[in-house]
């Protein structure tokens, strides 16, 4: 059973971008365009070894997450990062585990009760 509703904003944020980065495909055309450094334009599935049907349904799931745009020109699409969102992104995974690393702490030096 999933409430999502029960969760604060930034959990429900956070676990959505963990579940779109949760997939090597994905994490692979991330880094492929990352190693361009540019957009791309034209046929990414030619670069991975992935169906055009299966690189097509991933490319989506980072648009719609904001991780990368996908602008039309004519009959190709420019697939572009998108810088602004993966920092954002990255600042809110770092700031959840800070807060994790700081709750860890307050309870490492606590001897656990005996059972």
């Known amino acids: 059973m999933s409430k999502p509703e029960v969760f604060d904003k930034e ?4 676990a959505c971008f963990a579940k ?19 957009c791309i334009s034209g046929d990414i599935s030619d670069q991975l070894p992935l169906s055009r049907t299966t690189v097509s349904q991933h490319l989506k799931e980072l648009r719609d997450m904001g991780l990368i745009s996908g ?3 004519g009959l190709k699409i420019n ?4 810088s602004s969102s993966i920092s954002e992104s990255i600042s809110m995974l770092n700031r959840f585990f800070k807060r994790i690393e700081g709750k860890e702490s307050e309870y490492s030096n606590q001897k656990l009760p005996k059972e």
Do not use: M, N
């Open 79 to 82: 697939y572009c990062l998108c």
């Open 71 to 73: 602008e039309i020109d």
């Open 11 to 14: 959990l429900q944020d956070l």
């Open 20 to 38: 779109v980065i949760s997939h090597p495909a994905r994490l692979a055309i991330l880094k492929y365009l990352a190693e361009t450094k540019t």
